[in-house]
C-alpha cells in the first residue's frame, strides 16, 4: 500500500470516528415531549419523520445509560445510546454512522446481544428488544 493510500484511509478513518461521536453528542440531548422537542433541531425533524423512532426519544427515555456486568465470564462495562424501561418491556438502540450496513455487520449484531445479555441480567422478568438506528438514512433496524 502507497503512503498516500495510508494516510487516506487514515483521513477516512478520523472523519467517520469525528462524525459519529459528534452524532451521539447532538442525540444524547434530543428528547420529544409532545409537541415539544428538545435538542438539535435537524435532528428532532429527522426523528418525527419516522413514528417508529419517535419513542425512543420521548421524556420516558435515558441516553446514554452505563450498564455493566458479566458476558460469557467476562466483565464488560458499555453504554447504551438509547434506553427506554416499561413496566414489562425493555428498548434500546445502538446509533451507527456507517454508510454499508454491512462492513462492520458481525461486530453489531454481536454488541446488541451483549447489551441485551447485560439487560436481561438486571431485568430478568422483561423482554428486551435491541435496534440499530443508522443515521445516515434513519432508518430503524430490529435485531432483537
Known amino acids: 500500500m502507497k503512503l498516500s493510500e495510508i494516510l487516506a484511509e487514515k483521513s477516512r478513518q478520523k472523519f467517520a470516528t469525528e462524525h459519529g461521536t459528534e452524532i451521539h453528542r447532538r442525540l444524547q440531548f434530543v428528547f420529544l415531549d409532545g409537541s415539544n422537542a428538545h435538542g438539535d433541531s435537524d435532528l428532532v425533524e429527522k426523528i418525527r419523520k419516522n413514528p417508529e423512532i419517535v419513542s425512543f426519544f420521548d421524556k420516558n427515555s435515558r441516553a446514554e445509560v452505563p450498564i455493566a456486568g458479566y458476558v460469557n465470564g467476562k466483565f464488560v462495562s458499555r453504554r447504551i445510546d438509547r434506553l427506554k424501561i416499561t413496566p414489562e418491556v425493555i428498548k434500546f438502540l445502538d446509533y451507527k454512522t456507517d454508510t454499508d450496513k454491512t462492513a462492520f455487520r458481525d461486530k453489531y449484531i454481536a454488541q446488541i ?26 432508518e430503524l433496524e430490529k435485531i432483537i
Open 113 to 138: 446481544k451483549e447489551y441485551t445479555t447485560l439487560l436481561h441480567a438486571a431485568y430478568p422478568n422483561h423482554t428486551i428488544h435491541g435496534s440499530i438506528l443508522w443515521t445516515h438514512d434513519w
